[in-house]
């Protein structure tokens, strides 16, 4: 069984390097318990940095480490505390190649403990994550010594040549070895002999040319079968004594009860092979309970990763709904504000275009109509005349033509306002009513604009007429007060009043106070004087 190993190059410690190359291929019998110690000193360093790096580092070389040395529990144990981490780590490509290793070394402790169904499920994550062509062979070989297991021959076949047809895009010469011993071996098993033979025996030079031990070790173990199988005894005894010296040589305790197991096997003596066939007996059944303690230590943790997996899920939808309708709110919030913007802005624009229409009628009344009686007037005082009732009728429509151009003139704006409005107020009294004002000049009508302003005059303007026209009063009060950021203006007379019923020219008035984004009521009774209340 192989692992996939990462890539330690990122740490830039020398230290590490060269502890993670002897950990994964020891060639002395003192290289596993070296680099065990050096971990485990790393590891309790690494935690007290809280170096989330440095501690996956560590996790999986004491994963491969304890198995290594046979110590299961502790290797899945540290492989599940890596894993844990990840799960709760953002991906990056390192990462994905550090949960490829270590998926591959968990698959590899279940195949050992004979749970194959989670050992499989591993070895198809990886296969799902994996992108390049060495790390996808190693996985092959693993499933195929599955099926190698349960005498599924044809089943591993199919897998290593899958890893056989991707030998051209392989550099590494050890991952090639690994792939033609594995296919030759399951041909020997298939009883092929025109191809079991070549390819374990290149498999063995390519690895000789490496002096790669650990793997030396395997090529060795599967030659030793292969002629014990074909009753070359000699040759499988040669191989095996080959293969106890290799495993010896890098002190792993599961190579040498391997390679021992294969010596007892070539023995002559009974009770040596009896005792042999009750150990694996026994082995089988150690494993065996440790897979069921495993298979629910994993589905425990696989539980909590998914669990967690869907808490994110349920958190980002409902995150995702709550911008959704911030959104969604913001949207119709500021459709409302465009809304009333553009209706204040069109309300604005009529106003103007009214006031402007006002302007030119007042223009066109004065100049041509005004100018022109006014002109005949004099034409017959010139001509000396004597109709004097026709020259009286001219000056009354001389008279009201000045009224009404003065009635839709604009205001100037130049000035004060404050007395502008005085001057509203005294064209307005004459000896049949008073008109009187209050607090004008309190008001900062300066800070109004000249839009404010006009609109102002021309309520007022409106309210007189009114007034003059119909309340047969003797006098009317103008009053002008400031509430914080609003002004107040009320009007009020103590003419003859009437239900209320808003003429053309009261509805101009509301309008134009609307405009401003103002308010204003209007109370009045019969005999009781007309009153108005206007805030802005």
Known sequence: MQTLHFAYGQIKTDSLKYYSQIALNPQSPNDLDKAFQFYTAHYSKAQKENSKFLILNDLYYLSSLNYKKGAYEASENHALEAIKILDNSSESPYYTQLRKSVYTLLGILYYEQRNNAKALELYDRVLEITTNARDSAIVYNNISNIYKRDEDYENAKTQLLKAYAIIPRIKDKLSIARIKDNLG???????????????????????DMARDTLSLYTSHSHLAHYFYDVDRLDKASHHALKAQEFATHINSPIYIHDALGMLTMLSSDTYAKTYKK?????????KERASRDAFMKYDNAEFKRKALESQLKEE????????????AASIALIAILIYFILK?????EKLQQVYDAESRISKQIHDEVANDVFQFMTKLESEALSNEHLIDELQDIYSKTRDISKEYSFIEGEGIFADTIKDLVLSFSDTSVRVLDKGRSDIAWETFSKMKRTTVYKVLQELLINMKKHSQASIAVLTFTKE?????????????GSDLNKSNGLQNVENRIESLNGTITFETEPNKGFKTKIVI
């Open 185 to 207: 071996f399951i041909y020997s098993l298939l009883n092929n002999r025109e191809k079991d033979l070549p390819l374990m025996t290149s498999a063995l030079d390519l690895r």
């Open 278 to 286: 009750l150990n694996d007996s026994l082995t089988n059944a150690d």
């Open 316 to 327: 980002q939808q409902r995150t995702r709904s709550i911008i959704a309708s911030i959104v």
């Open 344 to 348: 204040s802005k069109h309300k604005k």
């Open 484 to 496: 914080g950021k609003k002004t107040i203006i009320t009007y009020s007379d103590n003419g003859v």
